[in-house]
């Protein structure tokens, strides 16, 4: 499913980020890192994540970049959505993370 905002994004940014999945033993530091550096190169990311662990680890790493991005002055904000995966012919329910820079 594609919404308005996604596709106006799409023609802004060509280049679309790659969808930043995360395990329940994700480091945190790691995704969050992560996270700031898409943040920082595209202006948002997408994180992934599927089961009650990856969640966690998810929303941990998103506190994290948000203390990381702060030297940046970027404030950023995430609004949580499902979306259906196909994992080895099964589908899935991924809880699934736009991550935005914060409008002043």
Do not use: C, W
């Not at 023609?11 to 395990?23: G, H």
């Not at 662990?53 to 970049?65: C, F, L, R, S, T």
């Amino acid at each position: 499913m594609t919404d308005q905002y996604e596709d106006n994004i799409d023609r802004i940014d060509d280049a679309r980020p790659d969808v930043i999945k995360v395990s329940a033993r994700s480091r945190s530091t790691a995704v969050a890192g992560a996270i700031a550096g898409v943040i920082r190169e595209h202006r948002y990311a997408e994180v992934q994540a599927i089961g009650a662990g990856a969640v966690n680890q998810a929303v941990k790493a998103m506190a994290i970049a948000r203390g990381y991005l702060e030297r940046d002055e970027l404030d950023i904000m995430f609004l949580p959505h499902f979306t259906e995966v196909d994992i080895d012919g099964q589908e899935r329910t991924a809880v699934r993370f736009r991550v935005e820079i914060r409008p002043e």
